[in-house]
């Protein structure tokens, strides 16, 4: 109690005992001491309540005392929750203002792909302007079928790339990523100019290897030639002979494939899919690569689903299908059993390539499928190996809206594993309605 208090409280007392003394009613005079303190205590902390209330109408009990100092109190915690609370908005704001100036466009989704904050890079590279297009759906304001089917899984995807829909000439890398309570973030990046030189790239490789095609041909007709006329030549020029055209092959496979790749990287899908009777075209491949396997002697097996038709092209097809059966076929030691199953089940339609071969290790799962890996560069070449197959069978799988699947264990064998999903499967009712009668 403060020093004031006490006397308020003293001085009370006295004033009670001294009219106890003169009217000898000393507890009714204590009661209405006590009641009147009571009284001033209530108002007092009335005024406080209605001050905290509303301090703009009401004014502090200003009474010197515990009251006062209370008041005191209080307005000082309100001025450092005042000052704090506009440190805070001013972070905000800044923070805002950061976002707002990111280069990369910054949309936040509700659970329905719903906008509901947008930067300024968005109205710049996707047309999304804040706070107009609040609460509208983001595919129904950037309208493209890649971003439809990104939009329904996006956890299915990495990131996908499509044109902005503000610049035709501008590409633009596009993420999603949850946060907080089913919020999303949408980041879309400008990566033009990596789209540019992946083009110009592209189109080099492309054109080298078109320019290269016509003196590889001539020059392996020329060896074919004199490899035909081998008796007239000087002896210790045969084998020269023979090497320059396994080199020749080789180069000319090389410049086949870039040429191939680059033709698959022109477009995401097949442009014009047909239906493609797997089970023969296994047979036909399982053909030559028993003609590769040679003297090697491999065991081969085939069970394929006779009616199981896929849409697609069918000469990717079989490039992807013939290179994983003559990697099976070159990557197994003599002897070695092949098995090659077509089939489909719920989840669509599968192709295994399966060896008991030299396998390949985990780590390398990845690697492999890059252009020019080989995982023992000086036997695959031995082999006349590119180490294009496996990215040609990925782009053709990809193409085809497929996913390679790889298992493998060092020296034990490995299986390869395409997988179409059912939307790629020809439906056999289709097939019966267009069979003649
Ligand atoms: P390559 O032309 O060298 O065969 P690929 O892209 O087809 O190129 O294969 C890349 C590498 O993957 C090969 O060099 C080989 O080491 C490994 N590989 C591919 N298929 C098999 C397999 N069935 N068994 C073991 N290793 C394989």
Redesign the pocket.
């Known amino acids: 109690m403060m020093i004031r208090d006490l006397r308020r409280v003293v001085f009370g007392l006295l004033v009670a005992s001294i009219a106890g003394i003169l009217t000898d009613q000393f507890l009714v005079c204590y009661l209405v001491a006590l009641l009147l303190y009571v009284g001033w205590l209530h108002r007092h902390l009335r005024m406080l309540l209605q001050w905290l209330r509303d301090p703009k109408k009401f004014a502090p009990p200003e009474t010197p005392g515990v009251f006062e100092e209370l008041s005191l109190e209080i307005d000082y915690l309100r001025e450092r929750h005042k000052k704090r609370k506009k440190k805070l908005a001013s972070y905000l704001r800044q923070f805002q203002q950061a976002t707002r100036a990111l280069p990369d466009a910054t949309v936040v989704l509700g659970d329905n792909g719903d906008v509901q904050w947008a930067n300024d890079a968005a109205a710049r590279y996707l047309g999304i302007r804040w706070p107009e297009d609040f609460g509208q759906r983001i595919t129904n304001l950037v309208r493209l079928p890649s971003l439809l089917d990104f939009m329904q899984a996006p956890a299915a995807h990495d990131a996908i790339e499509i044109p902005s829909p503000t610049n035709p000439n501008a590409f633009l890398s596009v993420l999603m990523a949850p946060y907080g309570k089913s919020r999303w973030l949408f980041v879309a990046r400008d990566v033009t100019q990596l789209h540019r030189a992946n083009q110009i790239r592209s189109d080099f490789v492309a054109n080298v290897s078109h320019e290269l095609r016509t003196p590889i041909t001539v020059f392996r007709g020329y060896l074919e030639m004199m490899s035909e006329q081998r008796d007239k030549a000087p002896p210790g020029w045969i084998p020269v002979i023979g090497h320059l055209d396994a080199h020749a092959h080789r180069m000319q496979s090389l410049v086949e494939e870039l040429l191939l790749l680059s033709r698959l990287e022109q477009e995401d899908d097949v442009p014009n899919p047909k239906p493609v009777l797997v089970s023969e075209m296994l047979s036909d491949i399982l053909r030559q690569a028993r003609h590769i396997s040679g003297a090697r002697e491999h065991f081969f097996s085939l069970e394929a689903d006779p009616v199981l038709e896929i849409a697609g092209a069918r000469s990717e097809l079989l490039s992807a299908f013939s290179?994983?059966i003559m990697?099976?076929v070159?990557?197994?030691p003599a002897r070695g059993v092949i098995h090659i199953r077509w089939y489909r089940d719920l989840r669509g339609a599968h192709l295994e390539?399966q060896?008991n071969?030299?396998?390949?290790s985990e780590e390398?799962f990845e690697r492999?499928?890059e252009r020019f890996?080989?995982?023992?560069?000086s036997?695959?070449r031995e082999?006349g190996?590119?180490?294009?197959?496996?990215?040609?069978?990925k782009h053709v799988l990809l193409r085809h809206h497929a996913a390679l699947e790889i298992k493998?264990k060092l020296g034990e064998?490995?299986v390869?594993k395409c997988h179409f999903p059912n939307d790629m499967i020809v439906p056999q009712e289709a097939l019966a309605l267009s069979a003649p009668a």
């Open positions: 290179n994983l990697n099976a070159n990557y197994t390539v060896d071969g030299f396998g390949i390398l492999i499928t890996y080989r995982v023992e560069s036997r695959a082999d190996g590119t180490g294009l197959g496996l990215a040609i069978v493998s064998g490995s390869f």
